[in-house]
């Protein structure tokens, strides 16, 4: 397993734009798919995008589809996820996750292997 942080996260109007950050521990970094999850008050946790362990696939929940954008940068153990756009559906504390060798399945929890503890995105009309 790897240890995930999170970064970036903020208030920010509707309209607006964050990126947030997850660093992982460890040396393995490159064999790990990496998702962002969110969970929004009162609602049970949804998948919002993944990225292939290799990078050559990646997967995005319809509603953030050409508004988010996932990235990795395998020599910083680091996955970002850019959001532009932000709507207050959008409010929600964001997870990543690894999934070790992960490259099909990728929207499903129960396949990630780690994951971070959150951080507050709060998006605001």
């Known amino acids: 397993q790897v240890q995930l942080v999170e970064s970036g996260g903020g208030s920010v109007q509707a309209g607006g734009s964050l990126r947030l950050s997850c660093v992982a521990s460890?040396?393995?970094?490159?064999?790990?798919?990496m998702g962002w999850f969110r969970q929004a008050p009162g609602k049970e946790r949804e998948f919002v995008v993944a990225?292939?362990?290799?990078?050559?696939?990646?997967t995005y929940a319809d509603p953030v589809k050409g508004r988010f954008t996932i990235s990795r940068d395998n020599a910083k153990n680091t996955v970002y996820l850019q959001m532009n756009s932000l709507k207050p559906e959008d409010t929600a504390v964001y997870y990543c996750?690894?999934?070790?060798?992960?490259?099909?399945?990728?929207?499903?929890?129960?396949?990630?292997?780690?994951w971070g503890q959150g951080t507050q995105v709060t998006v605001s009309s």
């Open positions: 996750a690894a999934d070790w060798l992960g490259s099909s399945g990728l929207q499903r929890e129960q396949n990630y292997d780690s």
């Open positions: 460890g040396r393995t970094f490159s064999s790990y798919a």
């Open positions: 990225v292939s362990w290799n990078g050559g696939r990646t």
